[in-house]
C-alpha cells in the first residue's frame, strides 16, 4: 500500500485544563472586597481573615479602644458555622464530579453575598452583625472547600504563606522560584481587590462593593470548568 493511501490520523484533541486556578483568583479578589467592607465598614472586623479577629480580640480585651469583641466573636462563630457546612457539603457530593461540588459551593457564596448586599441596600447603617455573620458564614463555606482543594498557593483569603514561599524559594534564596506566578497573581488580586473595595466603601457605601463581589463570584461560578467529570470520592481528596 502506497503511503498516499494509508489514512492520516486524526490530530490528537487538546487536552482542556482546569479553570479552576483562574475560579481561585477571582474569589482572592473578592476576599479583598469582603474584608474591606467588613474592617472599614462593620467595625474594625474581618470576614474572611480569622488570624485578624484572634489578634482583634486580643487587642480589645487588652483595653485597645476601636475593637470590638461581640463583632470578632460573630465573625468567628459564623466562619466556623459556614465551614461545618463546608464539610457537610463534602460528604454529600462524595463519589460525584469535582465540577458540580466546586461550583455548587461557587453558587452558594453568590448567593450569601447577595443576601449581604440587600442587606447592606436596605438598611445603611444598620444590622452590622448581620452583615459580619452572613458573610463569615460564606468566607468559612469558601475556607473549607478551598482547603480540601488544596491547589497550591491559592488559599483565597490569606497570603502569609504564600509569600514565605515567595520569598523562601526565590532566586535570591538560592531557590528555583516555584509556582512565582501564581503568587504573585495571588497578592495583586487580594491587594487590587481590597483597593477598590476601600474606595466604593469610602465613597459609596457598603451595597456597592458587595454587590461587584457577588457578581465576580457568580462569574466565576458560571466560568467554571474541569477537563474530566469523573466522580471523586471527596472525603480523600
Do not use: Q
Not at 109 to 137: D, H, K, Q, R, S
Amino acid at each position: 500500500m502506497s503511503e498516499a493511501s494509508v489514512p492520516s490520523a486524526a490530530p490528537a484533541p487538546v487536552p482542556r485544563r482546569s479553570a479552576l486556578p483562574a475560579a481561585l483568583t477571582v474569589l482572592t479578589v473578592v476576599s479583598g472586597f469582603v474584608d474591606a467592607v467588613s474592617y472599614l465598614g462593620l467595625g474594625h472586623v474581618f470576614a474572611a481573615n480569622m488570624t485578624g479577629n484572634v489578634v482583634i480580640i486580643g487587642f480589645a480585651a487588652a483595653g485597645a479602644p476601636g475593637f470590638s469583641v461581640l463583632g470578632s466573636l460573630t465573625s468567628l462563630g459564623a466562619f466556623l458555622a459556614g465551614a461545618v457546612c463546608a464539610g457537610r457539603l463534602t460528604g454529600v457530593f462524595a463519589g460525584r464530579a469535582r465540577e458540580t461540588w466546586v461550583r455548587s459551593v461557587f453558587v452558594t457564596e453568590a448567593a450569601l453575598l447577595a443576601v449581604a448586599t440587600v442587606v447592606a441596600f436596605a438598611w445603611p447603617g444598620g444590622a452590622t452583625y448581620a452583615l459580619i455573620a452572613v458573610l463569615a458564614w460564606a468566607m468559612g463555606l469558601r475556607n473549607a472547600t478551598v482547603r480540601k482543594l488544596a491547589v497550591p498557593d491559592m488559599t483565597t483569603t490569606v497570603l502569609t504563606m504564600t509569600l514565605t514561599g515567595l520569598a523562601s524559594e526565590s532566586s535570591l534564596a538560592g531557590g528555583t522560584d516555584p509556582r512565582a506566578g501564581r503568587r504573585i497573581v495571588s497578592v495583586v488580586a487580594m491587594l487590587a481587590g481590597a483597593a477598590l473595595g476601600a474606595l466604593l466603601v469610602l465613597h459609596h457605601g457598603l451595597g456597592w462593593p458587595l454587590l461587584v463581589g457577588t457578581l465576580l463570584v457568580a462569574a466565576a461560578a458560571a466560568g467554571y470548568r474541569e477537563p474530566a467529570a469523573d466522580g471523586v470520592d471527596l472525603r480523600s481528596a
